[in-house]
C-alpha cells in the first residue's frame, strides 16, 4: 500500500489560531505527544518570526527523536539562514521555504512581476538547500495562481534543491474537484516533478479541507499538511484526525495508509485543546464529546444489538477511553493510578499525591468522578508546574443585596504568603481586583468562557479566559466544583503565563546584552 505522510502543523500554522500562543514549555510538550501519535513531519514554528518561536524550534529539534523536524522561512536570506540554525539539531531537520505566487498577491502585497518571483524563489531554495539537503518550497496561494506560471515555478524550485512542493490553498478558495484536477495536472506538466514529493495544505474558509486534502491523496500527492483539532489561521486548516480515520475507514476507497497510531488522537486532541484554550466543539468528528454518543432510542437499540449498526468506527480506535465504572469517594490510590494509566498519564510519586488529593475533594462533592473529570484535574496538575504565584485561597461574598466583596491569599515567587481582598461588580471581577492588588500587572479581560465537564448540578466547571498585555493575549484555564474557584485559577494561570512571557523577554535582553 502507498503511504502518505503526515505534516502536522499544529505548532506553527495552528498556532496563528488568534489566541491560541503557546509557549516553548508547551510546544515541546505537544511535539512530544505528536511522535507519539506517530505523524511524519512536525513543523515547530517559524525561527525567524521572533525569539520565543526560534527557542521553541531548536528544542523540539533537540529533544523529539523520530519525525523530521520543519521550520517555516519566507523567502529572505536572514529568515532560512535563521531557520537552519534552528532545525539543524535535529536528526531529520527541513527547512520550509514560502513566497507568494498568485497575481493577487504579488500585485498588492508583493509589487514583483512574475519574474521577479521566480528569480527569488529559486534563489532561496538554493541557499536553503545548501544548508540541507531536504528543503520544501510553497507557493503561497497556489489555488489562486495562473496555472502556467505554477508550473514552471515548481520546476526551478525542484531544479533548485527543494525535494518537497507544497500546494496551499491558503485561503481556503478551492474545491474538491478542483483541486483534485490541479494536483493531477502538476504531475503531468512539471517534467522533474518525480524528483519531489507533492504535497497539499488546506485552509477551512468554505469548510471543504478535509474533502480537497483527500481529493488531492487521490489525485497522487503524498503529503498532507494538517492540524489536531483542524486550528489555524482563520477557519483553520484540515484536521488532522479527520483525514487520518477517513483514509482508515474508508481503505476500501483509498488504497494509502499512514503511520498515525489513531488511538493517540483523543489524548493528542485534549492535549492541543487544554494548552491553546481552543475549545472543540461537541459535534466535531472524531473527538467532539458528541461524536460516539447515541441519542435516538431506534439508534440505542441498534447499538446495544451489534454497534455497527451506527458506528462507522469504534470510539477505542482513537482513543476514547471505554468507562465501564467510575471512581468515587471510596475509590482508592491505586484505582485512580490504574485510571489515570489506562487514560494514558504516567505520574511520578510526587504527581499522584497532588492529583490524589485532588480528586479526593472533588470525590467529596460528587458522586461519580469520570473520565473527563479526571482529564480536568490533570489538566489543572499541569497547569501548577511552571507558576510564579499559586492560589491558596479564595473567598467570595455576593448576592442581590450585598457588595461583592473577595479576599484572595497567594504564595509569591519567594514563598511568601499575601492576603488581600476587594469590591466588585460581581464576583469574578472582585476576585480578579483582589489579586490585582497583589500580582500588580495591568492588563485587560478579553475573553470569558465557562463550560461543565460532565452534566448534572455537581459537574466541575472549566473556565477559559483571555487576558491582554502590550498587544499580547494570553490564554488561562481552571477547573473546580466552584466555579468562582474556577475563574481564579484561571486568572492566576493567564498571570503566569503573562509573567513567564516577561521574564523570558527580560533573559534575552540581558544575555544578548552580554
Ligand atoms: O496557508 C499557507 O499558504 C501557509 C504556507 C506558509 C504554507 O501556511
Ligand atoms: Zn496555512
Known sequence: MDQVLIFDTTLRDGEQSPGATLNVEEKVEIAHQLNRLGVD???????????????????????VKGPIIAGLAHAHAKAIDACWEAVKHAKRPRVHVFLSSSDVHLMYQLKKNHE???????????????????????????????????????????????TTVNIPDTVGYTTPEEFYD????????????????????????LGLSVANSIAAVRAGARQVECTINGIGERAGNASLEEIVMAIRTRNDLYDIATNIDSTQIYKTSRLVSDLTGMSVQPNKAIVGANAF?????????????????????????????????????LSGRHALKDRLEDLGYSLTDEELKKTFQAFKEVADKK??????????????????????YHLEHVQVACGDHDVPTATVTLKGPDGEVTTDAAVGTGPVDAVYKAINRIVDVPNQLTEFSIKSVTEGIDALGEVTIRVESNDQTYMGRGAHTDIIVA????????????????????????VSSG
Open 116 to 162: 521577479e518571483i521566480l528569480e527569488l524563489a529559486t534563489e532561496m531554495v538554493g541557499r536553503a538547500a545548501k544548508h540541507l539537503s531536504d528543503v520544501e518550497f510553497s507557493p503561497m496561494d497556489a489555488t489562486r495562481t495562473n496555472r502556467e506560471y505554477l508550473y514552471r515555478i515548481l520546476e526551478s524550485v525542484i531544479d533548485a534543491g527543494a
Open 487 to 510: 475563574s481564579a485559577r484561571a486568572y492566576m494561570n493567564a498571570l503566569n503565563r503573562l509573567l513567564a512571557a516577561r521574564s523570558a523577554e527580560v533573559e534575552k535582553v540581558t
Open 41 to 63: 513531519v512536525i513543523e515547530a514554528g517559524f525561527p525567524y518570526s521572533s525569539p520565543g518561536d526560534f527557542e521553541a524550534v531548536s528544542r523540539v529539534a533537540k529533544e
Open 293 to 329: 454518543r447515541h441519542e435516538s432510542g431506534i439508534h440505542q437499540d441498534g447499538i446495544l444489538k451489534n454497534p455497527i449498526t451506527y458506528e462507522i468506527m469504534t470510539p477505542t480506535s482513537v482513543g476514547v477511553p471505554k468507562t465501564t465504572l467510575y471512581l468515587g469517594k
Open 182 to 205: 490541479l494536483i493531477k495536472s502538476i504531475f503531468e506538466k512539471v517534467p522533474n516533478i518525480h524528483k519531489a514529493t507533492v504535497s497539499i495544505h488546506c485552509h477551512n474558509d
Open 367 to 388: 458522586k461519580e468522578v469520570t473520565d473527563r473529570d479526571l482529564e480536568a484535574l490533570m489538566g489543572e496538575e499541569r497547569r501548577t508546574h511552571h507558576e510564579t
